[in-house]
């Protein structure tokens, strides 16, 4: 599965942004989806997860103010982002993760295929 990350950025602090990862060379339907971000000189952090069951989770950064969403028959994830602040600037980058890996939803390490990032910058 190749994944695709788009829609990335510069807006002012409270402005919304919306991302998407389109897939391809399979279906992501048995995936759990998750965005993940990583500021200069930080490491790689979760933002967002999807299960294939629809179930979502968000970091507590962003609860409230980003949704996550999945659209199977479209091969499609998207992340919507409201409210942004200068400390939501980062790359982003979405990711999947088969469903029956054991490995903590948080860590980078349990996901298999990564898109490329795309940039957000929030200016205050």
């Known amino acids: 599965v190749q994944l695709q990350a788009s829609g990335g950025g510069s807006v002012q602090a409270g402005g919304s942004l919306s991302l998407s990862c389109t897939a391809s060379?399979?279906?992501?339907?048995?995936?759990?989806l998750a965005w993940f971000r990583q500021a200069p000189g930080n490491q790689r952090e979760l933002v967002a997860t999807?299960?294939?069951?629809?179930?979502?989770d968000y970091a507590a950064s962003v609860k409230g103010r980003f949704t996550i969403s999945r659209d199977n028959a479209k091969n499609f994830m998207l992340l919507q982002m409201s409210s942004l602040k200068p400390e939501d600037t980062a790359v982003y980058f979405c990711?999947?993760?088969?469903?029956?890996?054991?490995?903590?939803?948080?860590?980078?390490?349990?996901?298999?295929?990564w898109g490329r990032g795309t940039q957000v910058t929030v200016s205050s």
């Open positions: 990711a999947a993760k088969y469903p029956n890996n054991d490995v903590s939803s948080s860590l980078p390490s349990g996901y298999a295929y």
């Open positions: 999807i299960t294939n069951r629809d179930s979502t």
């Open positions: 060379g399979g279906t992501i339907s048995t995936y759990s």
